[in-house]
């Protein structure tokens, strides 16, 4: 009675799928953070600046002016931004605006400047469409969703081959009973 109740395998979490998993709940709750508390800029990437501070090289930032608009100079020159702007253009590069005050600015570099969630959005569909692609070819199908024929398919019929009017088939089969000689 021993083999009558056998427990029942558990099956482990592929490493790649818990490893998505978790950078998923990660990316999950920081944002969620985000929507709680929005004016607390958490993202690590992001520079925040005050006035007299560098932001584009030798760039710096200037404060608002009186009517709101920002201000940014160099050694001799002077570039005011509306209020409404979202980069801030200088010597060949640019620097996205995500927040300003009247003492402060917050900008990031244009790659760091992409939301979070797209880049988990866009990191789980390729993924998903890797993990797709790579299960279709070991089940030896790309286009379709079924499988491909294990045997192989008869492209012309061919009559049975006989012999003195006997129908035999292709194979060699011996015979089970043993042959008695008559004597």
Do not use: C
């Not at 099956?11 to 985000?34: D, K, N, Q, T």
């Not at 988990?120 to 286009?143: D, E, K």
Request: a positive charge.
């Amino acid at each position: 009675m021993t083999g009558r109740f056998r427990t029942r395998a558990v099956r482990r979490i592929p490493g790649p799928l818990l490893f998505l998993v978790v950078v998923l709940a990660g990316i999950s709750i920081f944002e969620l953070y985000r929507w709680i508390i929005p004016l607390q800029s958490l993202n690590p990437l992001w520079h925040e600046v005050t006035i007299g501070e560098p932001v584009i090289d030798s760039w710096l930032y200037g404060g608002r002016d009186e009517e709101g608009y920002l201000r940014f100079y160099d050694q001799a020159q002077t570039i005011v931004v509306p209020p409404t702007a979202h980069t801030f253009a200088a010597d060949g590069q640019f620097v996205v605006i995500e927040e300003f005050s009247s003492s402060s600015l917050t900008f990031a570099e244009p790659f760091e400047a992409i939301p979070v969630s797209w880049i988990a959005i866009g990191g789980v569909g390729f993924l998903a469409s890797l993990w797709l692609l790579f299960r279709r070819l070991r089940r030896g199908s790309i286009l379709s969703g079924g499988s491909l024929r294990r045997s192989p398919l008869i492209l012309r019929h061919k009559p049975p081959f006989t012999i003195a009017g006997k129908r035999t088939s292709k194979r060699f089969r011996a015979s089970r009973r043993p042959h008695h000689s008559k004597q």
